[in-house]
């Protein structure tokens, strides 16, 4: 059982990325997946979810209008789109797999968790 987050890299400022989470060993779908990321010196944030039973997305006021959470359930993938990337943007991010909504939007907690992919935001 597995999560593979990958498409972090160095990018400009105003510039974008694509991330994506990538499960093995379960079924994406019956999950709520979250993004969380963790800046250097600060505590794990979490970025956006969706949830399992009816596609709805959530996001941190930081990142509302720039980033999308998807889900391609015939990929078994979570992707996220983030546009307008700000210096602040830079940190480790992570992709999580909760089956409680609760506990992945309130508590930062999930069962599975992805390795992390660094996104680098500078000039």
């Known amino acids: 059982v597995q999560l593979q987050a990958s498409g972090g890299g160095m990018v400009q400022p105003g510039g974008s990325l694509r991330l994506s989470c990538v499960a093995s060993?379960?079924?994406?779908?019956?999950?709520?997946i979250g993004w969380f990321r963790q800046a250097p010196g600060r505590e794990r944030e979490g970025v956006a979810c969706?949830?399992?039973?009816?596609?709805?997305?959530f996001y941190a006021e930081s990142v509302k209008g720039r980033f999308t959470i998807s889900r391609d359930n015939t990929k078994n993938t979570v992707y996220l789109q983030m546009n307008t990337l700000k210096r602040e943007d830079t940190a480790v991010y992570y992709c999580?797999?909760?089956?409680?909504?609760?506990?992945?939007?309130?508590?930062?907690?999930?069962?599975?968790w992805g390795q992390g992919t660094l996104v680098t935001v500078s000039s």
């Open positions: 999580a797999a909760e089956k409680s909504l609760l506990l992945l939007r309130a508590r930062n907690q999930a069962q599975y």
């Open positions: 060993g379960f079924t994406l779908d019956d999950y709520n």
């Open positions: 969706i949830s399992r039973s009816d596609g709805n997305t």
